[in-house]
Protein backbone atom coordinates (compact mmCIF):
# COMPACT_ATOMS: atom_id res chain seq x y z
CA UNK A 1 0.00 0.00 0.00
CA UNK A 2 2.83 2.39 0.27
CA UNK A 3 5.43 0.43 -1.66
CA UNK A 4 8.19 2.88 -2.49
CA UNK A 5 6.57 6.06 -0.30
CA UNK A 6 9.34 7.97 1.71
CA UNK A 7 7.86 8.91 5.28
CA UNK A 8 8.92 11.82 7.82
CA UNK A 9 7.65 10.54 10.58
CA UNK A 10 7.39 13.28 13.13
CA UNK A 11 7.21 12.19 16.63
CA UNK A 12 6.13 15.04 19.56
CA UNK A 13 5.74 15.14 23.23
CA UNK A 14 2.73 12.66 24.13
CA UNK A 15 2.76 9.88 26.15
CA UNK A 16 1.39 8.10 22.34
CA UNK A 17 4.92 8.49 21.04
CA UNK A 18 5.57 4.83 22.69
CA UNK A 19 3.25 3.88 20.12
CA UNK A 20 5.92 5.37 17.12
CA UNK A 21 8.36 2.07 17.33
CA UNK A 22 5.40 -0.11 16.22
CA UNK A 23 3.75 2.42 13.90
CA UNK A 24 7.28 3.14 11.94
CA UNK A 25 7.54 -1.15 11.52
CA UNK A 26 4.01 -0.90 10.19
CA UNK A 27 4.79 1.86 7.87
CA UNK A 28 7.81 -0.15 6.31
CA UNK A 29 5.65 -3.28 6.64
CA UNK A 30 3.58 -2.24 3.77
CA UNK A 31 6.59 -0.70 1.63
CA UNK A 32 7.54 2.66 3.26
CA UNK A 33 11.19 3.85 4.05
CA UNK A 34 10.73 6.10 6.80
CA UNK A 35 12.68 8.80 8.63
CA UNK A 36 12.03 9.82 12.24
CA UNK A 37 12.16 13.54 12.98
CA UNK A 38 11.48 14.10 16.72
CA UNK A 39 11.32 17.07 19.48
CA UNK A 40 12.94 17.44 22.52
CA UNK A 41 9.79 16.24 24.65
CA UNK A 42 9.16 13.39 23.00
CA UNK A 43 12.88 12.33 24.01
CA UNK A 44 11.75 11.73 27.72
CA UNK A 45 9.22 9.09 26.52
CA UNK A 46 10.50 7.73 23.50
CA UNK A 47 14.70 6.83 22.79
CA UNK A 48 15.60 8.07 19.34
CA UNK A 49 17.99 4.73 19.66
CA UNK A 50 14.05 2.81 20.03
CA UNK A 51 13.26 4.86 16.44
CA UNK A 52 16.72 4.33 14.91
CA UNK A 53 15.82 0.37 15.38
CA UNK A 54 12.42 0.85 13.95
CA UNK A 55 13.25 2.70 10.98
CA UNK A 56 16.81 1.47 10.04
CA UNK A 57 17.74 4.84 9.91
CA UNK A 58 19.34 8.26 11.85
CA UNK A 59 16.79 10.38 13.92
CA UNK A 60 17.11 13.84 13.01
CA UNK A 61 17.03 15.33 16.83
CA UNK A 62 18.13 18.71 16.35
CA UNK A 63 18.64 21.25 13.13
CA UNK A 64 22.02 21.68 12.22
CA UNK A 65 24.14 23.51 9.39
CA UNK A 66 23.25 20.26 7.07
CA UNK A 67 19.34 21.99 7.54
CA UNK A 68 17.72 18.52 7.81
CA UNK A 69 14.11 20.20 7.77
CA UNK A 70 14.88 21.39 3.83
CA UNK A 71 16.84 18.47 2.98
CA UNK A 72 13.34 16.43 4.44
CA UNK A 73 10.57 18.76 3.29
CA UNK A 74 11.34 20.79 1.40
CA UNK A 75 11.02 21.39 -2.29
CA UNK A 76 12.56 18.50 -3.99
CA UNK A 77 13.03 17.43 -0.18
CA UNK A 78 13.74 13.13 0.33
CA UNK A 79 10.23 13.16 1.78
CA UNK A 80 6.67 12.30 -0.25
CA UNK A 81 4.74 13.00 3.05
CA UNK A 82 5.28 14.26 6.21
CA UNK A 83 3.29 12.27 9.39
CA UNK A 84 3.18 13.77 12.67
CA UNK A 85 2.04 11.02 14.93
CA UNK A 86 1.37 12.19 17.82
CA UNK A 87 0.22 15.37 17.23
CA UNK A 88 0.16 17.12 20.38
CA UNK A 89 -1.71 20.36 21.25
CA UNK A 90 1.49 22.44 21.53
CA UNK A 91 2.69 21.59 17.94
CA UNK A 92 -0.90 21.68 15.71
CA UNK A 93 -1.19 25.36 17.30
CA UNK A 94 2.38 26.20 16.38
CA UNK A 95 2.34 24.76 13.00
CA UNK A 96 -0.97 26.56 12.50
CA UNK A 97 1.21 29.97 13.50
CA UNK A 98 4.33 29.12 11.74
CA UNK A 99 6.24 28.86 14.68
CA UNK A 100 9.20 27.11 14.44
CA UNK A 101 10.57 26.50 18.06
CA UNK A 102 11.72 22.33 17.08
CA UNK A 103 12.27 20.21 14.21
CA UNK A 104 8.65 18.47 13.83
CA UNK A 105 7.59 22.69 13.67
CA UNK A 106 10.19 23.63 11.61
CA UNK A 107 9.90 20.54 9.10
CA UNK A 108 6.07 20.98 9.09
CA UNK A 109 5.98 25.11 8.25
CA UNK A 110 8.76 23.84 5.50
CA UNK A 111 5.96 21.52 3.93
CA UNK A 112 3.91 23.99 3.92
CA UNK A 113 5.64 25.98 2.06
CA UNK A 114 6.38 23.20 -0.25
CA UNK A 115 3.46 21.56 -1.07
CA UNK A 116 4.45 18.79 0.77
CA UNK A 117 1.52 16.30 1.91
CA UNK A 118 1.19 16.29 5.86
CA UNK A 119 -1.10 14.27 7.67
CA UNK A 120 -1.37 14.20 11.66
CA UNK A 121 -2.52 12.29 13.95
CA UNK A 122 -3.94 13.91 17.37
CA UNK A 123 -3.81 13.08 20.79
CA UNK A 124 -4.02 14.57 24.19
CA UNK A 125 -6.33 15.18 26.76
CA UNK A 126 -9.89 15.58 25.61
CA UNK A 127 -10.21 18.98 27.36
CA UNK A 128 -7.22 20.07 25.07
CA UNK A 129 -8.79 18.36 21.91
CA UNK A 130 -11.38 20.89 22.97
CA UNK A 131 -10.21 23.76 23.27
CA UNK A 132 -11.44 26.83 21.03
CA UNK A 133 -7.78 27.57 19.93
CA UNK A 134 -6.44 24.33 18.98
CA UNK A 135 -10.01 23.43 16.95
CA UNK A 136 -9.54 26.58 15.21
CA UNK A 137 -5.72 25.41 14.28
CA UNK A 138 -7.18 21.90 13.14
CA UNK A 139 -9.31 23.95 11.06
CA UNK A 140 -7.05 26.57 9.52
CA UNK A 141 -4.41 23.57 8.84
CA UNK A 142 -7.14 20.89 6.97
CA UNK A 143 -8.09 24.77 5.13
CA UNK A 144 -4.13 24.40 4.11
CA UNK A 145 -4.88 20.66 3.01
CA UNK A 146 -3.40 19.47 5.94
CA UNK A 147 -4.89 15.33 6.78
CA UNK A 148 -6.19 14.48 10.18
CA UNK A 149 -6.93 11.09 11.32
CA UNK A 150 -9.68 11.48 14.24
CA UNK A 151 -8.14 9.92 17.45
CA UNK A 152 -10.37 7.84 19.34
CA UNK A 153 -12.53 9.57 22.28
CA UNK A 154 -11.74 6.98 25.35
CA UNK A 155 -11.55 7.68 28.94
CA UNK A 156 -11.39 11.40 28.76
CA UNK A 157 -8.56 11.47 26.51
CA UNK A 158 -8.16 11.97 22.28
CA UNK A 159 -6.11 9.02 21.94
CA UNK A 160 -4.08 8.04 19.03
CA UNK A 161 -5.69 6.49 15.91
CA UNK A 162 -4.86 3.05 15.73
CA UNK A 163 -1.45 1.83 13.40
CA UNK A 164 -4.17 0.70 10.57
CA UNK A 165 -6.04 3.92 10.15
CA UNK A 166 -2.63 6.16 10.41
CA UNK A 167 -1.51 4.26 7.23
CA UNK A 168 -4.45 4.15 5.26
CA UNK A 169 -4.70 8.21 5.73
CA UNK A 170 -0.63 7.98 4.93
CA UNK A 171 -1.70 6.08 1.88
CA UNK A 172 -4.44 7.98 0.42
CA UNK A 173 -2.15 11.23 1.00
CA UNK A 174 0.81 9.99 -1.33
CA UNK A 175 -1.55 7.88 -3.62
CA UNK A 176 -2.79 9.05 -6.68
CA UNK A 177 -6.37 10.05 -6.45
CA UNK A 178 -8.01 8.28 -9.41
CA UNK A 179 -11.26 7.32 -7.98
CA UNK A 180 -11.55 11.10 -6.17
CA UNK A 181 -15.27 12.50 -6.32
CA UNK A 182 -16.59 8.78 -6.85
CA UNK A 183 -18.68 6.93 -4.24
CA UNK A 184 -18.05 3.40 -4.30
CA UNK A 185 -20.01 0.84 -2.23
CA UNK A 186 -18.46 -2.89 -1.49
CA UNK A 187 -19.92 -5.58 0.59
CA UNK A 188 -17.67 -7.86 2.07
CA UNK A 189 -17.41 -11.01 4.42
CA UNK A 190 -20.13 -13.56 4.78
CA UNK A 191 -23.56 -13.70 5.45
CA UNK A 192 -25.36 -15.44 8.23
CA UNK A 193 -28.64 -16.98 8.04
CA UNK A 194 -30.21 -17.63 11.60
CA UNK A 195 -31.71 -21.21 12.09
CA UNK A 196 -33.11 -20.14 15.26
CA UNK A 197 -31.75 -18.04 17.63
CA UNK A 198 -28.84 -19.48 18.34
CA UNK A 199 -27.72 -21.77 15.44
CA UNK A 200 -26.90 -20.42 12.17
CA UNK A 201 -26.05 -21.22 8.41
CA UNK A 202 -22.76 -19.17 7.29
CA UNK A 203 -19.51 -19.67 5.66
CA UNK A 204 -15.60 -19.26 6.05
CA UNK A 205 -15.30 -15.86 4.29
CA UNK A 206 -13.19 -13.45 6.77
CA UNK A 207 -14.06 -10.11 4.47
CA UNK A 208 -10.21 -9.24 4.31
CA UNK A 209 -10.54 -9.60 0.63
CA UNK A 210 -13.39 -6.55 0.61
CA UNK A 211 -11.55 -4.33 3.10
CA UNK A 212 -8.94 -4.23 1.23
CA UNK A 213 -10.30 -3.41 -2.23
CA UNK A 214 -12.50 -1.03 -0.08
CA UNK A 215 -9.39 0.34 1.67
CA UNK A 216 -7.77 0.86 -1.94
CA UNK A 217 -10.66 2.71 -3.02
CA UNK A 218 -10.27 4.97 -0.25
CA UNK A 219 -6.60 5.60 -0.70
CA UNK A 220 -7.37 6.86 -4.02
CA UNK A 221 -9.95 9.13 -3.16
CA UNK A 222 -13.13 7.39 -3.08
CA UNK A 223 -16.28 7.93 -0.71
CA UNK A 224 -16.10 4.73 0.78
CA UNK A 225 -19.56 2.97 1.87
CA UNK A 226 -18.70 -1.16 2.97
CA UNK A 227 -21.61 -3.24 4.07
CA UNK A 228 -20.91 -6.22 6.33
CA UNK A 229 -20.56 -7.94 9.81
CA UNK A 230 -17.66 -6.56 10.33
CA UNK A 231 -16.05 -3.69 12.57
CA UNK A 232 -16.52 -0.10 12.14
CA UNK A 233 -13.56 1.17 9.94
CA UNK A 234 -12.64 5.11 10.83
CA UNK A 235 -12.12 5.67 6.90
CA UNK A 236 -15.74 4.38 5.98
CA UNK A 237 -19.01 4.57 6.42
CA UNK A 238 -20.05 1.52 7.90
CA UNK A 239 -24.12 -0.42 7.25
CA UNK A 240 -23.58 -3.63 9.88
CA UNK A 241 -25.78 -6.31 8.09
CA UNK A 242 -26.03 -9.65 9.05
CA UNK A 243 -28.09 -11.54 6.93
CA UNK A 244 -28.37 -11.79 2.76
CA UNK A 245 -32.19 -9.91 2.47
CA UNK A 246 -30.62 -7.14 4.88
CA UNK A 247 -27.30 -6.76 2.92
CA UNK A 248 -29.33 -6.52 -0.23
CA UNK A 249 -31.74 -3.73 1.61
CA UNK A 250 -28.56 -1.84 2.89
CA UNK A 251 -27.09 -1.77 -0.96
CA UNK A 252 -30.16 -0.99 -2.46
CA UNK A 253 -30.07 2.42 0.05
CA UNK A 254 -26.81 3.31 -1.11
CA UNK A 255 -26.40 2.59 -5.06
CA UNK A 256 -28.44 5.12 -5.75
CA UNK A 257 -26.11 7.96 -4.53
CA UNK A 258 -22.92 5.56 -6.08
CA UNK A 259 -20.76 5.60 -8.75
CA UNK A 260 -19.74 2.23 -8.61
CA UNK A 261 -20.55 -1.31 -6.99
CA UNK A 262 -17.88 -3.75 -5.32
CA UNK A 263 -19.91 -7.27 -5.02
CA UNK A 264 -16.83 -9.06 -2.83
CA UNK A 265 -19.39 -10.60 -0.43
CA UNK A 266 -19.77 -13.91 0.03
CA UNK A 267 -23.36 -13.94 0.63
CA UNK A 268 -25.66 -16.68 2.10
CA UNK A 269 -27.47 -18.46 -1.34
CA UNK A 270 -30.16 -20.38 0.39
CA UNK A 271 -31.85 -19.10 4.20
CA UNK A 272 -34.38 -20.87 6.19
CA UNK A 273 -37.37 -20.40 8.25
CA UNK A 274 -36.01 -19.07 11.41
CA UNK A 275 -37.40 -21.08 14.85
CA UNK A 276 -38.79 -18.57 17.58
CA UNK A 277 -37.31 -21.02 20.24
CA UNK A 278 -33.81 -22.82 20.09
CA UNK A 279 -34.04 -26.23 18.97
CA UNK A 280 -33.78 -29.07 21.08
CA UNK A 281 -30.76 -31.22 20.52
CA UNK A 282 -32.51 -34.14 21.35
CA UNK A 283 -35.13 -33.48 18.10
CA UNK A 284 -33.32 -36.02 15.60
CA UNK A 285 -35.55 -36.02 13.10
CA UNK A 286 -34.83 -32.28 12.26
CA UNK A 287 -35.25 -31.02 8.92
CA UNK A 288 -34.20 -27.47 7.13
CA UNK A 289 -36.26 -26.51 3.78
CA UNK A 290 -33.49 -24.28 2.46
CA UNK A 291 -34.93 -21.45 0.44
CA UNK A 292 -33.07 -19.32 -2.17
CA UNK A 293 -32.37 -16.09 -1.63
CA UNK A 294 -32.21 -13.20 -4.09
CA UNK A 295 -29.23 -12.71 -6.07
CA UNK A 296 -27.53 -9.48 -4.99
CA UNK A 297 -26.31 -8.42 -7.98
CA UNK A 298 -29.41 -8.83 -10.17
CA UNK A 299 -31.41 -7.16 -7.87
CA UNK A 300 -29.27 -3.87 -8.00
CA UNK A 301 -29.08 -4.32 -11.91
CA UNK A 302 -33.00 -3.93 -11.67
CA UNK A 303 -32.59 -0.38 -10.10
CA UNK A 304 -29.39 0.77 -11.30
CA UNK A 305 -28.93 -1.10 -15.14
CA UNK A 306 -26.40 1.83 -15.95
CA UNK A 307 -23.99 0.99 -12.40
CA UNK A 308 -20.57 -0.13 -12.89
CA UNK A 309 -20.64 -3.04 -11.33
CA UNK A 310 -17.47 -5.39 -10.30
CA UNK A 311 -18.44 -8.95 -9.68
CA UNK A 312 -16.57 -11.92 -7.45
CA UNK A 313 -16.60 -15.76 -7.93
CA UNK A 314 -15.16 -18.49 -5.88
CA UNK A 315 -15.07 -22.08 -6.81
CA UNK A 316 -13.58 -25.18 -5.52
CA UNK A 317 -12.88 -26.31 -8.79
CA UNK A 318 -8.94 -26.60 -9.26
CA UNK A 319 -9.48 -26.67 -13.11
CA UNK A 320 -8.05 -22.79 -14.23
CA UNK A 321 -10.50 -22.61 -17.05
CA UNK A 322 -13.92 -23.73 -14.98
CA UNK A 323 -13.28 -20.85 -12.75
CA UNK A 324 -12.82 -18.44 -15.63
CA UNK A 325 -15.82 -20.51 -17.38
CA UNK A 326 -18.27 -19.42 -14.64
CA UNK A 327 -17.22 -15.94 -14.00
CA UNK A 328 -17.53 -15.32 -17.76
CA UNK A 329 -20.66 -16.60 -17.33
CA UNK A 330 -21.42 -14.57 -14.46
CA UNK A 331 -19.83 -11.13 -16.11
CA UNK A 332 -22.27 -12.07 -19.12
CA UNK A 333 -25.03 -12.87 -16.88
CA UNK A 334 -25.41 -9.59 -14.96
CA UNK A 335 -23.34 -6.90 -17.67
CA UNK A 336 -20.70 -6.52 -15.10
CA UNK A 337 -17.71 -4.43 -15.53
CA UNK A 338 -15.64 -7.16 -14.81
CA UNK A 339 -14.80 -10.20 -12.29
CA UNK A 340 -12.72 -11.31 -9.58
CA UNK A 341 -12.20 -15.23 -9.98
CA UNK A 342 -10.50 -17.15 -7.16
CA UNK A 343 -10.55 -20.75 -4.80
CA UNK A 344 -12.61 -20.87 -2.11
CA UNK A 345 -8.92 -22.45 -0.34
CA UNK A 346 -8.29 -18.33 0.08
CA UNK A 347 -10.77 -17.76 2.34
CA UNK A 348 -9.38 -16.95 5.90
CA UNK A 349 -5.82 -16.24 4.90
CA UNK A 350 -4.08 -13.31 4.35
CA UNK A 351 -2.98 -14.06 0.80
CA UNK A 352 -4.91 -14.97 -2.37
CA UNK A 353 -4.74 -16.49 -5.84
CA UNK A 354 -7.24 -14.61 -8.27
CA UNK A 355 -7.65 -13.85 -11.71
CA UNK A 356 -9.68 -10.48 -13.37
CA UNK A 357 -11.69 -11.51 -15.62
CA UNK A 358 -12.91 -9.07 -18.52
CA UNK A 359 -14.46 -10.86 -21.41
CA UNK A 360 -10.82 -12.90 -22.99
CA UNK A 361 -8.95 -10.63 -21.18
CA UNK A 362 -7.80 -12.17 -17.64
CA UNK A 363 -4.98 -10.88 -15.27
CA UNK A 364 -3.83 -12.86 -12.73
CA UNK A 365 -2.53 -11.57 -9.07
CA UNK A 366 -0.70 -14.27 -6.57
CA UNK A 367 0.19 -12.66 -3.51
CA UNK A 368 -1.06 -10.66 -0.38
CA UNK A 369 -4.79 -9.64 -0.56
CA UNK A 370 -3.83 -5.74 0.14
CA UNK A 371 -2.35 -6.05 -3.72
CA UNK A 372 -5.53 -7.83 -5.22
CA UNK A 373 -7.60 -4.50 -3.59
CA UNK A 374 -5.15 -2.34 -4.89
CA UNK A 375 -5.30 -3.96 -8.29
CA UNK A 376 -9.55 -3.92 -8.20
CA UNK A 377 -9.46 -0.71 -7.08
CA UNK A 378 -7.17 0.70 -10.30
CA UNK A 379 -8.87 -1.26 -12.35
CA UNK A 380 -12.04 -0.02 -11.02
CA UNK A 381 -11.29 3.47 -11.94
CA UNK A 382 -10.63 3.17 -15.74
CA UNK A 383 -14.78 2.27 -15.43
CA UNK A 384 -16.29 4.73 -13.40
Given at each position: ??????????????????????????????????????????????????????????????????????????????????????????????????????????????????????????????????????????????????QFVDPRIEEGKAKIA???????????????????????????????????????????????????????????????????DGPDLPWATVEQVES?????????????????????????????????????????????????????????????????????????????????????????????????????????????????????????????????????????????
Amino acid sequence: MLQGVQVALGVCGSIAAVKTVELAHELRRQGATVRAVTTSASEWIINPWSLQYATDNPVVTELTGAVEHVELCGRDGWADVLLIAPGTANTVGKMAAAIDDSPVTTCATTALGADLPIVVAPAMHEPMYDHPGVLEAIDTLEEWGVQFVDPRIEEGKAKIATEDAIVTETARATTPDSLAGSTVVVTSGATTELIDPIRTLSNRASGRTGREVARACYTRGADVVIVHDGPDLPWATVEQVESAREMTDAVLDHVADADALVSAAAISDYTVETASEKIRSSQTDLTLDLTPTPKLIDTVRETAPELPVVGFKAETESDHEAILDQARRLQQRADLAFVVGNRASVMESEETHAVLIDGDNTEEIEGLKVQLGGRVADRLATVV
